[in-house]
Structure formats: C-alpha cells, structure tokens
C-alpha cells in the first residue's frame, strides 16, 4: 500500500508561527509533526511515500531530503484544496492508497487498524467538533461528513486519513476531500468508519502545548550533553549532543533538550517541556509545560510557563508568563483560550515583561518592561 501525505497547507489558524514555515513542519516534542506521520507509516512497512508539498516547501524539502527512506515529492503550485492537492498527486500512485493530512498526529497503532482497508476512515471523538470535518456513522459505514458546522450535530470527526482504491482517484471531481468522499458515497462508494487510537490536531497555536505534552510521552530517555555534578534528573529526559546543563539544575520529565545548548546554572526545568537546538536559559530561571524552539535565549530569573515561543527569539531577565482566561477573535472566529503566551519568530523583550495570555507576532520588539496581553501584530515595537 502507497501513503500520500498532503503538506502543501499553510495553517492560517497557527499564525504567527507559520509565517515562514508550513504547518507540518512546525516542532512538536523537537521533531517537525510530518516526522511523527512518517514514523507511524514506516512502522506498519509503508515505505512507498508521497508527499505533496505546496506552501514554504523548501522547508518540507529540505527535511525529506534528509530522510534514509526516499520519498517521491509533488509540489502543488496553486493551494486548490486537499483533493486538488490529492490529484497532484495522481501521476505517482499505482495501488491503493492512504491518504493523510501532514501537520496531525497520528500513531501507528490507528494506521495498522486502517492499512488493510480497501476503502475506510479514520474517525474520533473530539470535544470542539466544529473545527473539522463532522461524520455520521450508520452500521459502520460513513453515511455523511459536515465539513466545520456552526452546530454539530455529533462529536465524531474525520481525521483526515482515508483508504482509498486507485481507481476512485478519478472520480475526485471535487476540490476539498470531504466534498469529494460525499460526492463518491452517493454514487454507492461503502466507506468503513474506523476508530483512531491516537489523533491529534492544532487548531490554534496554544493547542501546540497540549499535542507537545501528549508526545513527550513517547520519548527515550538519552542524556549525551555535559552534565554538572550537581544536576538532579527524575522522570524521562532526553538531553541532545553538545548540551550543557549548569550545576545545581533540576529537570523533571518528560523533557526534551535539543543538542548544543547551555542551561543553567540554577534552573529548573518542569515537566511537559521541549526545548530546541541552540538554546540558552541563564540562571535561577523556571520553564515548565512549554514549547521552546531553536536558537532563542532566555534570561535569569525569569519564569516561563505553559508559553510557546518560536525560533532565533530573545527574552531578557525577569521576564514571566501568566494565565487568565481571555477570548481571541481568529478568521472571524471568537475562541476561548487560556495559556501563558504564544510567541512568533525573533521576538524580542525589554526586562520584567509580563505575557498575560498573548500572541506575539513575528519580528516584535518589545523595548520597555510592561505586561502584554491579547495580540501583537508581526513587526510591532512597544516602547
């Protein structure tokens, strides 16, 4: 069986952390998420591979160019969809087929219960329906799929992974695929409803803290960085090459460190947090539950929870992040939310500043000490 792995995407919802980068490629637990998809493939023998690329994609070339398995890559110039995107793809495909979105996780446990189905869904149960596809079920087949309601009527939702038959490539006369699947099954297509195990989706960038926690539970516990005396572990770390941990740092798992970092001395590291490559966290600093991507420094005495921040970012001293349940309005939609901050890329702050549940876009300055709350767009200076 082929996989086509569609990762032309832009992921609006994400922004500020998709603006130079797709949504597939953003870190979650240190590895962009079209890795995990790709684990969960090559753990079932799925080896023959497509990805469609589209949005950014020299920066999902470049990642597949390091992969030991090749894959065949189809770029879509125009973003038309997921099943114009799927056709793209068509020239490659030779068997039957799965068909899954880029940027979600999925584990490999759901795609062995799917691989040897000629012709079926990946479904769950999600708590806030409205943001995906909604599916009716009868006697196990899909009967229907609601793409995003205003009011759903069940919880069950596609996840975006589909087998199909070779053959019903050519009758995606549609260009979204869920329209496309309706459009089939009206026709008599029987489409199986199966249940995923473990599927994850980031609507919106704070959703990012939850998929990261839920995958740091996967990994391997290495410490090959240079480790103070003093430093105490408990629970699963994982320390890249070339790391340095300070003395007098403690770091509880899950937690992941990426390689050639400094860390400490005096820190504490709390659990549910990755950290990139090329990090700095100066002394007597806290970082919990957060998502710290390559290249950013973080100052003394500073306080980072529940945050995600992106790459090349520079947090001075004294700098905090605080929780308090706000709405924000996104592509015309109002979401409650509630996490300590979300930073684009190259963010810069001023010492004591204080992120009250705030997205931060890209290229910000924020030149004097104050709290920020609720939205910076890209390129902003706060003085």
């Not at 000629?118 to 909604?134: I, Q, T």
């Not at 706000?326 to 810069?348: H, M, N, P, T, Y």
Request: with cysteine; proline share 6%; aromatic share 4%.
């Amino acid at each position: 069986m082929q996989a086509v792995i569609l990762a032309a995407g832009e992921g609006t919802r994400l922004r500020p952390l998709t603006h130079s980068k797709p949504k597939a490629m953003i870190p979650v637990a240190n590895r962009p998420v079209i890795e995990h998809v790709i684990d969960a493939l090559l753990a079932n023998g799925i080896r023959d591979i497509v990805v469609v690329t589209g949005y950014r994609r020299e920066y999902v070339q470049r990642y597949l160019n390091s992969l030991e398995v090749p894959v065949a890559v189809v770029v879509q110039e125009k973003q038309l969809g997921t099943a114009h995107a799927l056709r793209c793809a068509a020239p490659e495909i030779r068997e039957d087929f799965l068909v899954l979105p880029g940027d979600n996780y999925i584990d490999a446990a759901s795609i062995a219960k799917i691989k040897g189905e000629p012709c079926a869904m990946l479904v769950k149960e999600h708590p806030s329906p409205s943001n995906f596809g909604v599916v009716a079920i009868r006697d196990g087949l899909v009967t229907g799929i609601v793409e995003k309601p205003e009011e759903a009527p069940t919880h069950t939702v596609s996840t975006g992974i589909i087998s199909l038959p070779r053959d019903a490539l050519g009758s995606l006369a549609k260009n979204e695929i869920p329209d496309a699947i309706m459009a089939l099954i009206r026709k008599g297509l029987r489409m199986k409803a199966i249940t995923a195990e473990d599927w994850q989706d980031a609507i919106y960038p704070w959703d990012l803290l939850r998929m990261n926690q839920s995958l740091l539970r996967h990994i391997t516990p290495e410490k090959a960085g240079r480790m103070a005396g003093n430093v105490t572990f408990s629970g699963v770390v994982h320390v890249g090459t070339g790391t340095g941990i300070g003395p007098n740092t403690t770091i509880t798992g899950p937690v992941v460190i990426g390689e050639d970092c400094e860390i400490g001395p005096n820190t504490c590291i709390l659990p549910g947090t990755s950290i990139g490559s090329r990090v700095s966290i100066e002394p007597f600093t806290v970082i919990g539950g957060s998502l710290i991507m390559d290249d950013t420094s973080i100052g003394s005495h500073s306080r980072i929870l529940n945050a995600v921040i992106g790459e090349g970012c520079r947090i001075a001293d004294h700098a905090s992040t605080t929780e308090s349940p706000s709405l924000f309005s996104i592509e015309g939609k109002v979401q409650k939310a509630e996490f300590g901050a979300v930073l684009g890329d190259r963010v810069s702050t001023a010492p004591f500043t204080v992120l009250r549940t705030c997205i931060v876009g890209n290229g910000v300055t924020i030149r004097e000490g104050r709290t920020i709350t609720q939205i910076l767009p890209d390129n902003s200076l706060v003085m």
